[in-house]
Structure formats: C-alpha cells, structure tokens
C-alpha cells in the first residue's frame, strides 16, 4: 500500500516546501518511486512550487497531473473540488510507493478559513500529517499554544498528526522549545534553525520591488540571492567594516566614490562576494565615471532606482523569497532537514518500510546522506578549473563535506565572483605558503631519503599541487584528495603510491565502479588501473573491492570472472582466477567469493541453479572482479551505454588514505559524486 504525508501549517512562510523537499529526499532513499501532489494551488497550468518538488530526481511527474484545483474551483464548488483532488491523488498514488503532499500557501485568503480547507483534504486523502510551525518572532509559550490550537483544528477533522517540525528556530530564543512541542503531542518534534538564504530575495527580485535599472554587471547574477541589505551613506573604510557577504549595499547615487571600492570588495576573499549595490536618487551619472567603468570587467550587478535611501531600504527589507527558487537554496533545504530531522523516527511515525531495491536515485541520495553524517575534509588541487569551483559550491551547500581549496586566495575569490559562486565555507591554503612549503619538503625528503631525494629537490616536488595535495592528506591536514580534472591519472595516483602507500597486506592499488542498475548497485573491478594483474594481484583487488562494497552498504558477493565456470575448464587464464579465488579463502574466510565464474552465471539465478547449484554467490554476485583491465573497461563501459546503467568511478581502493581520480573530461556532477564518495572512503578508514 502507498505510504503518504501531508506537509500542512496554520499560516503563511513556514518553509513548508523546504522541508517537503527534504521528506522527498528522505523517500527517495527507502522507495524505489516517490511521488509529489499539491491538492491546491492558484494555478494548474503554472505553479513555481511545485515545479521545483518535481524536478527533484527520484519524481517522475508533470506539472498536470501533480497539482489539484485552484483556490477558485474550490471555492465555486468545494465538493466538486475535493472530488478532483480525491481522484487525481489516486492516479498519483497507484504509480508510486509514497506521495510526498504539499498543503496550500496562506497567502490569498483567511488562514482559519484555509487550514480548514487543508484538513478537510488531508482526511479525504486519508493522510497523516506533517505540522510545519514557525518559530521566527515568538517565545517558546507562543509557538507551543499556536501549534496545539491548530493540531486541534486539524484532529477534529478526523487526522492524524504523525510529527512536528518547527521552522525558523533561533538557538538562544528557543531552549526548550522541542520539550514544549513534545507535550503538545507524543511524535516526533524537530527543530530547523534559521538560515538566510532560504528566504533570501533574488537581486533580480530586489530591482524589481525599487524600480531600479541595471547599469552594470552581469546580468545572470541578478538570479543570485541577497540576504542582507546595508545602508552605505558613510566614507569607504566605515562602510567596509560593516559589510556582510552576498550583501545588497543601498548608496547615495552622489557617493559614486564608493562604488569602485565595493566592486573591489567584492572580489575580495576577505569582504566578498556582495549581492548587489543599488545607486539611490536618480541622479545622472557623470561622463567621467561612465569612462572610469567603460573598459572595466564587472560582475557586481549595479543599478539605479528614482527613490530616496530611506524609501529604498524599506522596500528593500519587505522583499521576501521563496525557499525553493534556485538550486542553492534546494540544496540548503535538504541539508537542513538531513541535520535537524529524526529521520527514522519520522519514517516510524509514517509507517514507510525500507526496500531492498536500490535505484540509482535512491543509491545517489543514500551516499549523500551518509558523507553528511560525519563530514570530512577533502582537498581539491584543482581550483584553477571553473568545473572544481562549481562542484565546491554544491557540495558546501549541501553540507556533504569540508573543502580545502589549493591556490591563492585572492585569485580563487576573484573567479568565484565572475562565476556567480559563494565559496566563503571553503578553507582557502595558498601552496606557496613557505612554512607548509618547508613541512613538507622535508616531510617528503625524509620519505623518499632512499631514493635519494634531497631536501631542495623535495621542494622543488611539493610544488606540484598534486603533490601538495597528497601531503596534506598524508599529515592528517586533509582527510582525502579528488584530482584529475585538469592532472593526469598517473599524475594523480603517483604521489600516493610513493608515499600514502597501500593498505598493510595488499600490494596493489586497483580502480572500482558502482554500477548503479535499474534496481541495485554493483562493483566492477578491475576497470582503471592494473592491465594484466597476476593471481596474488587479483586476490588483492577482490578483497579491497569487498571493502569498498561493504563502505556504501553493499553486502559482498564476490564473483572472480573467467571465461569458464567452476572445474569446467582449464588454461592459463583459468588457472589464474582459480588461484585468486583460493588466496582470496586463505586471506579473508569471512568474504563469500566463488571462481572462476562466468558472468551469466555470476548474475542470473537460472543460469546458477543449472551451473553451480548451492553457491552464496552465483546468481546474485555484488562483487564482480575482471581478469584483465581490457576485460573490465571494456565490460563496465559496454554495461553503462547500453544498459542506462550509471557509473560511479573509477574509486581507487587499496590506499591507506583515499586519493581518487576525475576523468578530464568530468562534469560538475561528476565531480560532487566523486567527492562524496571519497568523503565515506574517509569516514570508514
């Protein structure tokens, strides 16, 4: 049966759809088809909202078929109205194995009137309920007796409330506040805090409150968020003392002085990015200036309004965002529900089973989950690659891990700003710093002693960034590297090999792929590294492969690949993989590992039954390990292009720290997955 819940409020800007972006996350991990349905909306054919909820991955849905009736068509016939809602739910819920449904917006009509309405929905569509409350501008007391009076509005319509989920919480307001909403009602209570990007106006949305005209910058930006507004009426270093990031800074349109400063300013690590600068007054820019800024390169949005400073600010303030209008703040979204939500509990409270099929949507979202539960430090040498930079931006937004960024501040900062990219979270480490620079020379020197290498030529290596990058993992500076977007792979693996070495016990590093399948997740290996392993090598990639199995909750079922299945054949290739399987036993007993097998038999139950009857792997082999590099890449490509199947990788297993490699030709989402995964390497190790 479709499990479902109703994300419902007694008022207006709760973030409701937020957290209803973290509940679909949260399915999305646990079932294989989550859908989305919002019962009223202003307009069927056009709806922001829920535009957002079903671009989500792990959402299949149009526009049409995810939304109910207007306020209109509920209002002219209610029960004509719910008739709809009732049946246009079912066609979503006979699709999927839960509907994540978004309640109504409170900003067009009486809220008792409309929290009326939405119990009266939620116990037609026989739906327990999410109570979203906002905490903002009252004390503890307040919010508790405005949530239980509206819990009681929606109980005497016959629902259920399953958990609550206070918004816009302030830490050193609200102590006590989840003991208070716990004696409202015995379920789960969360608290989300406060974040200002999540009702943070758009710059675009900004001009548009003010009349403003954009006179500089990139236009692009004006989709960019501000989440503070500054009044700068005063001399350029007490207003650079006052200045807040992503800020938009209201100046006299007379005190064009400062405007050249707050370009700078922006572009600078310490003060920037800003958001925007408004220029009040309307009065006419001098020729001279217009020259000054001519031939400059600026990214700043800058506009000009008609309306004085005072009236500017005010309206400034008054301009309210939505919490899933930009990528960002979907991502910031989800990452805060990930934090503050008992997930299990609320899972409990809704009743919604874990499956055992693993999509790839569900596979993406379970790994994210699990870096951000015990974040890690990952260093990326590559900051001069603009696709390095916009994955950073991501995965800071979604709280996946700590970056440490390699290059010079001011240069990395300055690029960010032309990018549009908030990289402030970001640990900036300038490799030319000479007390690093001098720590790991002779770190290196003392390493490498013999071979030979001195200290001069240890610094001459360190400034390599590759290098660089891989001390600061080998000291503990770094819990983990991603390289390799702009570096070779040899160039990437080979600063690991000479000194993070390999695990105790194996001697050699491998390359693996997550294969994610329609409905589970598989590793391919050898698939990157080794072209012709010899049966200890082999043993030594089945094993580390088991490991990096076992990191992303994958239960191992080795299956050691050949063109012959059991004692069935004989040769020199055979007798290899036979010889692996054996040292594989020897070495770890625990690891259920079956060769040599070929693949048909690894994977299909039929053929298994027929072929090696009785075996814990064959016909349901998780593991698969390659005779031959030229088998593997061949193989895991060929599955990839003509299955649909999505390839993570490669992960390079059997290091003591991880250290993994990007393909030159990586995108964006390339890169975030990869250092995900690197993340949860470094978690296990």
Not at 294 to 307: F, N, R, S, W
Request: proline share 4%; hydrophobic share 45%; glycine share 6%.
């Amino acid at each position: 049966m479709t499990k479902s819940v109703y994300i419902a409020s007694s008022e207006r800007q709760v973030s409701k759809s937020s957290i209803a972006l973290g509940v679909i996350e949260l399915f999305a991990r646990q079932v294989r088809s989550v859908g989305v349905f919002r019962p009223l909306v202003h307009s069927v054919e056009s709806d922001a909202v829920t535009e957002a909820l079903i671009s989500q991955k792990g959402v299949r849905q149009s526009l049409a078929d995810s939304v109910g009736v207007t306020y209109k068509e509920y209002a002219d016939d209610p029960a004509a109205a719910i008739d709809t809602i009732v049946a246009k739910y079912a066609e979503i819920e006979a699709k999927c194995d839960a509907v994540v449904i978004l309640g109504s917006d409170y900003d067009d009509i009486e809220s008792a009137q409309e929290l009326g309405h939405n119990a009266v929905i939620a116990a037609n569509l026989n739906s327990p309920i999410l109570f979203v409350t906002r905490a903002a501008d009252r004390n503890v007391e307040q919010v508790k007796r405005l949530t239980e009076s509206a819990i009681e509005a929606y109980e005497e319509r016959h629902n259920s409330i399953a958990a609550i989920v206070a918004t816009h919480v302030f830490e050193e307001r609200h102590q006590g506040l989840a003991e208070a909403l716990r004696e409202v009602r015995d379920v789960p209570v969360s608290l989300i805090p406060e974040d200002a990007v999540l009702g943070a106006p758009s710059v675009g949305a900004q001009f548009d409150a003010v009349g403003a005209t954009q006179w500089l910058g990139q236009t692009d930006f004006r989709s960019l968020e501000s989440l503070h507004t500054i009044v700068g009426a005063m001399t350029l270093p007490n207003l650079l003392a006052r200045l807040k990031r992503e800020s938009t800074v209201i100046v006299p349109a007379d005190r064009l002085d400062l405007v050249a400063g707050l370009i700078m300013a922006h572009r600078s690590a310490h003060y920037g990015p800003l958001a925007a600068v408004v220029l009040t007054g309307g009065f006419e820019i001098p020729e001279t200036i217009k020259t000054l800024f001519a031939d400059a390169e600026i990214d700043l949005p800058v506009a000009i309004t008609q309306g004085d400073t005072f009236t500017t600010a005010v309206a400034l303030q008054g301009v309210q965002g939505t919490s899933t209008s930009s990528p960002r703040k979907i991502d910031v979204s989800r990452a805060l529900f990930s934090a503050n939500v008992d997930e299990a509990a609320l899972l409990a409270a809704i009743d919604l089973p874990r499956t055992e099929i693993r999509t790839p949507t569900m596979f993406e979202h379970q790994i994210m989950q699990q870096a951000r539960a015990n974040k890690q430090r990952i260093v990326l040498p590559e900051a001069t690659d603009d696709r390095i930079l916009q994955a950073a931006e991501v995965v800071l937004n979604r709280n996946v891990a700590d970056l440490i960024l390699l290059g010079d501040s001011g240069k990395i900062s300055r690029r960010a700003s032309e990018l549009g990219l908030n990289l402030s979270a970001a640990t900036v480490v300038n490799p030319d710093d000479p007390e690093l620079a001098r720590q790991f020379s002779e770190e290196y020197a003392q390493l490498r002693a013999h071979k030979g290498v001195t200290t001069e030529q240890a610094l001459e290596r360190m400034k390599d960034l590759s290098y660089f990058g891989t001390m600061m993992v080998h000291l503990g500076k770094a819990d983990g590297m991603v390289s390799g977007a702009i570096n070779t792979t040899a160039n990437t693996i080979r600063p690991s090999l000479e000194f993070i070495k390999t695990v105790p016990g194996l001697s050699v590093v491998s390359g693996s792929f997550l294969m994610c399948m329609s409905d589970r997740v598989l590793v391919y290996a050898d698939c990157a590294v080794n072209p012709d392993p010899t049966a200890e090598q082999l043993a030594d990639i089945a094993i580390s492969s088991a490991k990096t199995a076992e990191s992303f909750g994958i239960e191992p079922r080795i299956a050691m690949l050949s063109y012959s299945t059991g004692d069935s054949g004989s040769g020199a290739d055979v007798d290899k993989v036979r010889a692996a399987t054996e040292l594989v036993r020897e070495r770890a007993p625990e690891l259920k590992v079956e060769g040599p097998i070929q693949f048909d038999a690894a994977v299909d139950k039929v053929v298994a039954s027929k072929k090696m009857p009785n075996s814990e792997v064959a016909g349901q082999a998780t593991v698969f390990i390659f005779p031959d590099l030229n088998t593997g890449n061949n193989t895991y490509k060929a599955v990839q292009r003509t299955s649909g199947a999505v390839a993570i990788g490669p992960v390079l297993q059997g290091l003591r720290k991880p250290v993994n490699d990007l393909s030159r030709g990586a995108l964006v989402d390339d890169i975030v997955s990869t250092i995900t995964i690197t993340a949860i390497q470094a978690q296990a190790i």
